[in-house]
T-cell receptor
């Protein structure tokens, strides 16, 4: 079945630094990648939608200059949290749609802790 | 955009009893409604989904019902087992491949 590999699974970084999270679709072409953020005991909040080769569409309230999304190929999308602050600490997870098929495939998530 | 509400936020049931989780949505264009189970720190796992041309779908102990007129859909788990304990999320999407929006989640605890 469709698999999305997300790395790293966890990361600790210092305040002010940037962190890159990668999601790769291993056996299918991810025409669209969705990025979510989940705070403890809360729901998954959609941050942005990215289509291969085009700019990401950000949800209201999500800073596009802070959360940089790149979807340069049909198998790779990256989320870079720039100038991270402790309040950015969260669980980030991607989800991809498979060209021509329904449903979504989630990555395994990244636990980001900013100290 | 779409607004999905989910109730209850927490639910405890005795093993063997049934559990029901309800969601409402706001966008009448939504036509795909998946349910996900998420264990702590792990990715959501799709457990069942339903499309707007169907009123009910069942898969063993799990069933989902949809009322498009009222814009609500429900998850039913029968004969609950301790391993059913997790957080369950509903979601709604306007079309296949489009973004979907999650409900606020229900933490289900099945008491042995």
């Amino acid at each position: 079945g469709a698999v999305v590999s997300q790395h790293p699974s966890w990361v600790i970084c210092k305040s002010g630094t940037s962190v890159k999270i990668e999601c790769r679709s291993l056996d299918f072409q991810a025409t669209t990648m969705f990025w979510y953020r989940q705070f403890p005991k809360q729901s998954l909040m959609l941050m942005a939608t990215s289509n291969e080769g085009s700019k990401a569409t950000y949800e209201q309230g999500v800073e596009k200059d802070k959360f940089l999304i790149n979807h340069a190929s049909l198998t790779l999308s990256t989320l870079t949290v720039t100038s991270a602050h402790p309040e950015d600490s969260s669980f980030y997870i991607c989800s991809a749609t498979n060209r021509g098929k329904s449903g979504y495939t989630f990555g395994s998530g990244t636990r980001l802790t900013v100290v | 955009g779409e607004n999905v509400e989910q109730h209850p936020s927490t639910l405890s049931v005795q093993e063997g009893d049934s559990a029901v989780i309800k969601c409402t949505y706001s966008d009448s264009a939504s036509n795909y409604f998946p349910w996900y189970k998420q264990e702590l720190g792990k990715r959501p796992q799709l457990i069942i989904d339903i499309r707007s041309n169907v009123g009910e779908k069942k898969d063993q102990r799990i069933a989902v019902t949809l009322n498009k007129t009222a814009k609500h859909f429900s998850l039913h788990i029968t004969e609950t087992q301790p391993e059913d304990s997790a957080v369950y999320f509903c979601a709604a999407s306007a079309r296949t491949g489009n973004q979907f929006y999650f409900g606020t989640g229900t933490s289900l605890t099945v008491i042995p």
